[in-house]
């Protein structure tokens, strides 16, 4: 059982699928791991601590060669893994809808393309869930990156100076990433509100010494849907939800926004107008800049200013944590394999719930409900 490591190419794509640490213990269920050569460099792994571990290192068609299990934080181009065999299993976040055309060619050259983001939301796959190790980060890196856009303090400081008053931080969407940027901007100091469409987010707001702000009085608001994520909502429940945010938002300091709904684009949730209320020198981090955005304006991987307001849309916010969210990715994926394998076979086999759910080609074909649709 072979399994290699590549170098990601995207665009500011910093992790790796596999540190030293998640090395080894493929070597104890007695796994070889080939790890493409400067593959953890930017996430501050250097070859030579892989090796340290027991894994070889090379180029692609080196760690390709005879390969049974790829591992990779994003899907690879198509086109760079030729000698791969046909069976091979890839295993990385595959962006399965925004990368339909990919998804199509691993088909085609006869892999078994498991997508992790499509991972279950029930208990024994907690440890296994890409998007919620790296959101987490997301959530945490928002907020120190609005507080270094911010030209001001986040504490309220008492000095002989006078006083700074603490900034007000308003978090729109609190799923794994708006908790982390509500529990990082309260120890920062700042004072926090939040808001979401699922009811049940306001006793985690309220526990986390925030403030819920939440549209009540409207006819279908608990935006609970399959899986615990959120449900489009209806034109009622948006026109008051814009009215409370625009009420609100024009007296915050600071906003970040982190909403999405699976398979769709991102909510909008912050208008230009809106944006114009809001005092010279505020800042706002669109966390889902990537999926359309929740803030008119937001230009992927720019900082803009619009109306004196800073609005941030970095690209791919986990990898700016690249050692750490490269350490939380690969245990995923080796809890993943590792839950799954099979001593005497020495590979890991899927059972039908998981394998079901991940698997999206298999046997040259397509093979996931949600993209035969
Ligand atoms: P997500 O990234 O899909 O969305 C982020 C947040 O945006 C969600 O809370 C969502 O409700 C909210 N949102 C969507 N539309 C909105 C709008 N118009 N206005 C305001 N907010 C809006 O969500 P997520 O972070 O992946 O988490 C969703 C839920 O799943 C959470 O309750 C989380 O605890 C749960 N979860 C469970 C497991 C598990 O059991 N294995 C794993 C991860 C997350």
């Not at 990601?8 to 050569?37: C, Q």
């Not at 794994?176 to 987010?201: E, F, K, M």
């Not at 009540?216 to 608990?222: K, Q």
């Not at 941030?312 to 993943?336: I, Q």
């Amino acid at each position: 059982m072979k399994i290699a490591v590549l170098k990601e190419a995207a665009i500011a794509e910093r992790r790796v699928a596999a540190t030293p640490e998640t090395v080894k213990k493929f070597i104890n269920l007695k796994a070889s791991v080939a790890v493409e050569s400067e593959a953890g460099l930017a996430a501050s792994y250097a070859d030579a601590a892989f090796r340290e571990a027991g894994a070889t290192t090379g180029t692609r068609a080196d760690v390709l060669a005879d390969a049974d299990i790829v591992l990779a934080v994003q899907g690879p181009d198509p086109d760079s893994l030729a000698g791969l065999k046909p069976g091979a299993w890839l295993v990385a976040g595959l962006n399965p809808f925004g990368e339909r055309a990919r998804i199509d060619r691993y088909a085609a050259l006869g892999l078994e393309a498991l997508a992790m983001e499509f991972m279950p939301r029930i208990t024994r796959a907690q440890s296994m869930d890409i998007l919620s190790s790296q959101s987490n980060l997301a959530g945490y890196k928002a907020v120190l990156d609005a507080a270094a856009e911010y030209d001001r303090a986040f504490p309220m400081m008492m000095t002989a100076a006078g006083t700074v008053s603490a900034a007000k931080v308003f978090v729109m969407g609190v799923g794994v990433a708006g908790l982390q940027a509500i529990a990082t901007a309260r120890r920062l100091g700042a004072q926090v509100s939040a808001t979401d469409v699922r009811s049940a987010t306001k006793e985690q707001i309220l526990s986390l010494g925030a403030k819920p702000i939440f549209v009540e009085n409207v006819a279908g608001i608990e935006g609970e849907g399959s899986g615990g994520y959120a449900t489009e909502m209806s034109d009622a429940y948006k026109a008051a939800q814009a009215e409370l945010v625009s009420a609100h938002i024009a007296k915050q300091d600071i906003v970040i926004t982190t909403a999405l709904i699976p398979g769709r684009a991102a909510p909008r949730l912050i208008s230009d107008a809106q944006v114009a209320t809001m005092r010279p020198g505020s800042v706002i981090v669109d966390l889902a800049v990537e999926q359309g955005g929740n803030v008119e304006g937001s230009v992927v991987g720019e900082i803009v200013e619009r109306h004196g307001v800073k609005i941030v849309g970095h690209r791919n916010v986990p990898s700016r944590l690249a050692a750490d969210s490269s350490a939380l990715f690969a245990r995923n994926l080796f809890n993943f394999l590792s839950a799954f394998w099979d001593k005497e076979a020495g590979k890991p086999v899927l059972d039908e719930e998981i394998g079901t759910a991940v698997r999206v080609t298999q046997g040259g074909k397509v093979v996931h409900e949600r993209l035969l649709s």
